[in-house]
């Protein structure tokens, strides 16, 4: 964080999900998916749990800075799988309404939530954050130029309870599904 600038109301990572489940509840009223656009969501959206996966298969929250895995392209893996996980959805449900209302809502949220997050790091890591914080960048992926090679692990897969956006995925996937043989029905 620059000199001057101060941290995001915490509100926002309260209300980050509280908010995030009528807006996806908005996104299935305004869908109009068809077979073709299931197909193109669908393969972003695997992308995205992939990238997700390979995050929490390396995360170790309050006992080590993650830097390995995904960590080591960008500082925010999760995120950017939720992103494409969301491309993904909104590619399926074919709307523009729907891609408007969540691109409004990711703008709200996240930019504040990543710099919240990065300063409980910056605090609890301190000088091992500012130096990995140099080498990777925020959001968007770029190859490490050296990585440090550790194992992705299933336990902390399952630790970290991933498999629950695998699970929400698959059901997001199914009602646009049913959605789109209702509408043509």
Not at 8 to 15: G, K, L, V
Not at 113 to 140: C, H, Q, S
Request: aromatic content about 14%; glycine content about 8%.
């Amino acid at each position: 964080m620059k000199p001057g600038e101060s941290l995001p109301p915490p509100w926002r990572t309260r209300w980050r999900v509280r908010i995030g489940y009528p807006v996806g509840l908005a996104c299935f009223l305004l869908a109009r998916p068809t077979l073709q656009t299931l197909s193109a969501g669908a393969i972003f959206a695997v992308i995205g749990l992939a990238i997700r996966a390979g995050a929490a298969g390396h995360l170790r929250k309050h006992e080590l800075l993650a830097t390995a895995g995904p960590y080591a392209w960008t500082r925010n893996p999760l995120y950017l799988g939720s992103l494409l996980l969301g491309v993904g959805f909104l590619l399926a449900a074919r709307s523009w309404i729907a891609a408007a209302l969540a691109a409004q809502y990711l703008a709200v949220f996240y930019p504040g939530v990543m710099r919240r997050e990065e300063e409980e790091l910056r605090a609890e890591y301190g000088a091992a954050f500012d130096d990995y914080a140099r080498r990777v960048p925020l959001f968007w992926p770029r190859p490490p130029g050296k990585s440090v090679a550790e194992p992705f692990s299933w336990t902390q897969y399952r630790r970290n309870r991933e498999y629950q956006a695998l699970a929400g995925a698959a059901l997001a996937f199914a009602i646009l599904t049913l959605e789109m043989f209702w509408r043509s029905g």
